[in-house]
């Protein structure tokens, strides 16, 4: 709990961006890719990390939160998510996966899909 609020006020005082550059983890998106679908991220989350269905999982991409919440969530979570300790899943692995989730890109806008303007 301590540590949740002192993530909470580093957030406040330097910023989110801020927390985000000084935590991003260098990660291959690839192996990442590899490792949420081993690890069965998917079945929640979505494929892409657009969550799961019925909130089985929340969104999670794209523009993920920052690396250190996502890693207090993956390690320590709160509500039905598994815990995932470093045994499991290492620290590279854990970037990498956060790089493939920070690597997914936006959908395109519904105005900008053809089908859908001739509606």
């Known amino acids: 709990m301590k540590n949740r609020i002192a ?4 957030m406040i005082v330097f910023g989110p961006a801020t927390m985000a550059e000084a935590a991003d ?8 890719k590899k490792l949420f679908m081993q ?13 799961g269905e019925r909130g089985a999982g929340p969104k999670l991409a794209p523009n993920p939160f920052p690396f250190v919440a996502f890693e ?8 039905v ?7 499991f899943v290492s ?5 990498d996966i956060y790089s493939y989730v920070a690597s997914i890109p936006s959908g395109p806008k519904a105005a900008d ?7």
């Open 25 to 32: 983890p260098v990660g291959t998106p690839e192996n990442g």
């Open 72 to 79: 207090m969530q993956l390690r320590q979570p709160r509500g």
């Open 7 to 10: 993530l909470l006020a580093l």
């Open 81 to 87: 998510m598994p815990r995932y300790p470093e045994k």
């Open 91 to 95: 620290n590279q692995d854990l970037a």
């Open 113 to 119: 899909i053809p089908l859908l303007k001739s509606l």
């Open 39 to 51: 690890n069965n991220c998917y079945t929640c989350h979505g494929t892409v990390g657009q969550g």
